[in-house]
T-cell receptor, first 109, second 119 residues
Framework: QTVVTQEPSLTVSPGGTVTLTCAFS?????????PNWFQQKPGQVPMPLIH???NRHSWTPARFSGSLLGGKAALTLSNVQPEDEAEYYC?????????FGGGTKLTVL | QVHLVQSGTEVKKPGASVQISCKAS????????IHWVRQAPGQRLEWIGW????????QYSPSLQGRLTVTRDTSASTAYMDLSSLRSEDTAVYFC????????????GGQGTLVTVSS
């Protein structure tokens, strides 16, 4: 079964920049895998941030951006704010199924 | 305004079945796919299946194949998931999520339904 791997944890300083990645066990992530990114804070419902690689939702702050980087999907947070501390999940389309990554716990310190 | 509203908390015994509903409003139901995702306590999100609300086609995660059935009632703009032969490891919060059909765009989700499986 396909495995999607994310960094288990990352730490960033307020105002800094951090990149989270999302890798397929079977090969490179491409636009055809329709990468989505979700943010989940403790006790809350996951909130969609990015869809189809690099498209923000209307509610997603501009400091969040998605891309493909070195065969992986990537989520970059710029000018990180304290409220960005959360778990971040990627979701990839492994046609006809979908697979979530294991999540990255982002600490803002 | 788009809303996905799920049914309430369930407590079931091992071996039983559970049905969760996800009622959509605010947009054309049949333009979307409804996905089901679960999250065991302290664990990651797990995609478990989806239904094309337009034609009723479904796909399921191999981990739940045979125990999970996803259906929809277009007249009620509601999707359902039925999970049978429940085990303690099925204890989780179950979410429905909407994908604009075949586009990879996930936008809105339900509030989650806690299912506890315990003897």
């Amino acid at each position: 079964q396909t495995v999607v791997t994310q960094e288990p944890s990352l730490t960033v300083s307020p105002g800094g920049t951090v990149t989270l990645t999302c890798a397929f066990s079977t090969g490179a992530v491409t636009n055809t895998h329709w990468p989505n990114w979700f943010q989940q804070k403790p006790g809350q419902v996951p909130m969609p941030l990015i869809h189809t690689t690099n498209n923000r939702h209307s509610w997603t702050p501009a400091r969040f951006s998605g891309s493909l980087l070195g065969g992986k999907a990537a989520l970059t947070l710029s000018n990180v704010q304290p409220e960005d501390e959360a778990e971040y999940y990627c979701l990839l389309h492994d046609s006809p199924l979908w697979v979530f990554g294991g999540g990255t716990k982002l600490t803002v310190l | 305004q788009v809303h996905l509203v799920q049914s309430g908390t369930e407590v079931k015994k091992p071996g039983a079945s559970v049905q969760i509903s996800c009622k959509a409003s605010g947009d054309t139901f049949t333009n979307y796919g409804i996905h089901w995702v679960r999250q065991a306590p302290g664990q990651r999100l797990e995609w478990i299946g989806w239904i094309n609300a337009g034609n009723g086609n479904t796909q399921y995660s191999p981990s739940l194949q045979g125990r999970l059935t996803v259906t929809r009632d277009t007249s009620a703009s509601t999707a359902y998931m039925d999970l049978s032969s429940l085990r303690s490891e099925d204890t989780a919060v179950y979410f429905c999520a909407r994908e604009f059909f075949a586009s990879g765009i996930f936008d809105y989700g339900g509030q989650g339904t806690l299912v506890t499986v315990s003897s």
